[in-house]
C-alpha cells in the first residue's frame, strides 16, 4: 500500500521502518526534519508538509500528545484537508477518548476512514515489528487497514465498532503499568532497606509469581535505578493518567489509585525534570526511604 508516517519519535521510527521492511510504499513527515534521514537512507521518501504525507492509501499518526494531534489533524493543509475520500488515518498515539471520538466524526464527514490503533510495547518493541495492536473503527476500514497493522505488530486485537474504545483500552492499560511501577518500587525500596539484593528479590519474583513481561522490564529498570535515557518519557506517562482520570471522570468511574499516581508523577517531575523515563516513579518510594543511591 501507498502509505504517510507522521511522527518519527522513538515509537514512530521503528514502526515507519517496519512497514517498508513488509514493502509498503511509505512517505514519512516529522516536525523536526532530520529524524527523517535514517528511513529515507532506506527507502522511504520524505514529504515537503503534511500534505505530501496523506497523499496514499493511508496514513499514520505517532504524535506525543492531544494537542500535537490536533494541530497535525486539523490544522491548515492537516489531514481533514488532505486526505483522499476513502483513504485511512490510523490514528497510533496514545490520546483522549474525546479526541478520538472527534476525529471519527470529522472524519466521517470528509468521506475518509478512521482507525484507533494505538499500541503495547516500548520502543525496543516497535523496532522489532512486535508490537500489540489496540485496534478500533468500522469493521471494513479495519479490514482494509490490517495488513498496516499486521507490519507494526505481532498481533492486532480489534476491541470495537467505535474507535475511542481502543484509545480507553489502552488508557486503561497504562494505568495497570504504571500501577506496576509504582507497586514494585515500594515493594523494592521495603525488603532494599532490610538488605535483602533488589535483584535477586527481583528474580525470585519473576520466577514464581510474577512471570509477566511487564515485572521482567519494569522490574530491572527499577532494580538498576535506569531511568536514562528515556523510552517512554515520563511527561508522556505523566499525560497518559491524566487523560485515563479524565475519561474515567466522564464515565463516573472512581480510580483511587489512578489518583495517587497522578500525584507521583507530579512528585518526579518537579524533583527530577522532564527527561528521566516513566518508570522512575518506581524509584520515588526508596528516595521517601532514605536508600536511593542517587
Ligand atoms: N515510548 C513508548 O514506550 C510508547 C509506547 C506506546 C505508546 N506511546 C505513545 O506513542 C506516542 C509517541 O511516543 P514517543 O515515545 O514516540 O514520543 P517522542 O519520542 O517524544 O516523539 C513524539 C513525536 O511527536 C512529534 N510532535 C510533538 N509535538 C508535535 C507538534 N506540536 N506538532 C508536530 N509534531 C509533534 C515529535 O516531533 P519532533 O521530533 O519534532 O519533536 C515526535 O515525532 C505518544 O502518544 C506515546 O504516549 C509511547
Redesign the pocket.
Known amino acids: 500500500m501507498k502509505v504517510g508516517f507522521?511522527?518519527?519519535?522513538?515509537?514512530?521510527?521503528g514502526m515507519a521502518a517496519n512497514l517498508l521492511r513488509a514493502g509498503h510504499e511509505v512517505t514519512v513527515f516529522?516536525?523536526?526534519r532530520i529524524?527523517a534521514d535514517a528511513l529515507v537512507a532506506n527507502g522511504a521518501t520524505v514529504a515537503a508538509d503534511i500534505a505530501e504525507a496523506c497523499k496514499g492509501d493511508a496514513v499514520f499518526t505517532?504524535?506525543?500528545?492531544d494537542?500535537?494531534v490536533e494541530?497535525?489533524a486539523f490544522g491548515p493543509r492537516g489531514i481533514l484537508e488532505s486526505l483522499a475520500p476513502n483513504a485511512i488515518h490510523v490514528s497510533?498515539?496514545?490520546?483522549s477518548v474525546e479526541l478520538s471520538e472527534r476525529l471519527s466524526f470529522a472524519h466521517a464527514d470528509a468521506g475518509q476512514g478512521f482507525v484507533a490503533a494505538?499500541?503495547?510495547?516500548?520502543?525496543d518493541v516497535?523496532a522489532a515489528g512486535d508490537?500489540f495492536v489496540i485496534a478500533a473503527g468500522a469493521p471494513q476500514t479495519v479490514e482494509r487497514a490490517a495488513p498496516l497493522l499486521e507490519a507494526i505488530g505481532q498481533r492486532t486485537f480489534v476491541v470495537s465498532e467505535a474507535p475511542n474504545a481502543a484509545n480507553l483500552v489502552?488508557l486503561s492499560g497504562?494505568f495497570l503499568l504504571a500501577s506496576v511501577i509504582e507497586s514494585l518500587g515500594e515493594a523494592m525500596a521495603l525488603v532494599d532497606k532490610a538488605g535483602v539484593g533488589k535483584h535477586k528479590y527481583l528474580d525470585l519474583l519473576t520466577s514464581s509469581l510474577f512471570g509477566a513481561p511487564v515485572y521482567k522490564t519494569y522490574g530491572t529498570l527499577i532494580a538498576d535505578e535506569r531511568f536514562e535515557p528515556?523510552?517512554?518519557?515520563a511527561p508522556?506517562?505523566h499525560?497518559?493518567i491524566r487523560l485515563v482520570l479524565a475519561a474515567a471522570e466522564d464515565l463516573r468511574v472512581p480510580l483511587p489509585l489512578a489518583s495517587l499516581l497522578h500525584d507521583r508523577f507530579l512528585a518526579l517531575l518537579a524533583n527530577c525534570g522532564e527527561t528521566l523515563d516513566w518508570s522512575a516513579i518506581g524509584g520515588l518510594a526508596a528516595r521517601d526511604a532514605g536508600i536511593a543511591s542517587r
Do not use: Q
Open positions: 507522521i511522527g518519527l519519535g522513538h515509537m514512530g521510527a516529522n516536525r523536526t529524524k505517532m504524535l506525543a500528545n494537542p500535537a494541530e497535525v497510533s498515539s496514545t490520546i494505538p499500541v503495547f510495547g516500548r520502543p516497535a508490537l489502552k497504562n528515556a523510552g517512554f518519557a508522556l506517562g499525560k497518559d
